[in-house]
């Protein structure tokens, strides 16, 4: 629900910042201004996810669950990225197969081939490249760090704050080393690894590394509850019976009406866990569809976006991983890292490594990868859960490292991804809030325990 206080508003940009007077688009902002205008410092710039996320009602989400007294002190500034929602959006008119969302994530056919995913990445790379328009060449990380500065602009700040989420982490940092002097507050929140030569391909990798560190709390919360799923009484019998029940499926898949696709393989049990470790909140959802595929269904219903959202999100996403960083092309080699893949993270049954449309991307990247650096004030928090799936706590070292001292690390003993007043702790909530009230920012790296 959109709260009565948000503002809207546009702010047009240019299409090609290197022709900064050719087409323009325009990026759509919202804001809830601080209740209490004698105590404001300035603005909080909420930096969404994906990449393609949207941001524009996050103003509205987060203003009853952030502390009265941060609200005190910032207007909440939100808005959808380029090529993203109510801003000027893209679409690369995929067909419906290729944006179900088992097919989102290159997952190898049972025994391991890629063909099938080469097939359909150089497919969506040339639908894209064909029918994605002109702006989707400039959909970019960079890009959308410039954005963010027309937005502080047209704000009327001298500097900004914020806090970035997931892929909102990365944008926050090339924001912070394309525009130091302009940052104010930096809140880095899920962080993936930024090595320049990896970036996007590096974090894809990740996520089997992140779900071996999560799935225990998924599989310790299924056990202690065996009565009622019966998917094994403690948590090595989950894990094996997860991975039992999604090669089973792998050989003989259930009917699944209504569902894209309809019927349930064992990497679409693999494409429901991802999601479903993101919050303990998500559990009893993965553990009901196994329970339910153990018995041979009935299913339960899964909802899903509508189809214009998701071929927005996914234009969105494959641009901006596409256009940030060359990616190898080889498909015996990427063959090669998902038979060992398999291996050392069954889990995700080699899919982190596998082969994605950016391995055809019709469009070289227009300029450099950034590089994050220690240059520039410090004045930047990083937080991190000790067990996130998606974007795991080695990963958000190395853009500690990579900020050197400008940053701070507050790592969380919780799992999930998202830390801060979402699957954290109150310790790591206190520290991020502290920082963001009235800047007191750790002397050392932290870990908030349990």
Known sequence: MVDPRQECATVRVPMDYGAPGGDRIELAVSRIRTAKAGARRGVLLLIPGGPGGSGINRPSSYVSRLPVELLDRYDLVGFDPRGVGRSTPVSCRLAGDDIAPAHLYPWPAPDGDIAG??????????TCGRDGGELLRHISTRNEARDIDRIRRALGEERISYWGVSYGTYAGAVYATMFPERTDRVVLDSSGDPNPRRVARGWAANYGVGVEDRFPDFAAWAAARHTEYGLGADATAVRETFLRLAAGLDRQPLPWPGANPPRLTGNVLRSTMLPALYSDADF???AGLMRAAMASGPLPSLPAPPEPVQQNTTAVAIGTLCNDVEWPDSVRAHQRDVDRDRLAHPLTAGMPVNIFPCAFWPHPPAERTTRITPRGPSNVLLVNNLRDPSTPHSGALRMRRAFGDRARMVSVDSGG??????????????TVTAFLVDGTRPAHDVLCGT
């Open 417 to 430: 991804h998202g830390a801060y007043l979402a699957n954290g702790n109150a310790c790591g909530d206190r």
């Open 284 to 286: 009893p959802r993965l």
């Open 117 to 126: 995913n080469v097939e359909r990445a150089r497919r969506i790379a040339e």
